[in-house]
Nanobody, 129 residues
């Protein structure tokens, strides 16, 4: 059974940084067809893609976070990270880790929630001005 557990959320002032972690169990980050992503959702709004990472490490970022957010993974710890710098009030949301299979080399998942089948419970990020 796949389980994703996020942590690292919190409250920061604009311009600050946070680092989110997603620990996976029942799912191996270096599995032949594994790829993951981070999404976020504000109350009453649709879940939006923040950044995805393919099997070979290529990434896709939402325009709103380019140059500020970085996704990375630690295979040995089976952990996905999201480093968030220069945070803005509009980054305030619940952040979710997502995983899927079926990712061949060169395939990069879209920033669409329907593309992912496994989800964590989320961690809240609040940025004050």
């Amino acid at each position: 059974q796949v389980r994703l557990v996020e942590s690292g959320g919190g409250s920061v002032q604009a311009g600050g940084s946070l680092r989110l972690a997603c620990v996976a169990s029942g799912y191996t980050l270096n599995y032949a067809y594994a790829c993951m992503g981070w999404f976020r959702q504000e109350p009453g709004k649709e879940r939006e893609g923040v950044v995805t990472i393919g099997r070979d490490g290529n990434t896709r970022h939402a325009d709103s976070v380019k140059g500020r957010f970085t996704i990375s993974r630690d295979i040995a710890k089976n952990t996905l990270w999201l480093q968030m710098n220069s945070l803005k009030p509009e980054d305030t949301a619940m952040y979710y880790c997502a995983a899927r299979t079926g990712c061949s080399n060169g395939f990069l998942p879209p920033l669409q929630s329907w593309s992912f089948g496994y989800w964590g419970q989320g961690t809240q990020v609040t940025v004050s001005s």
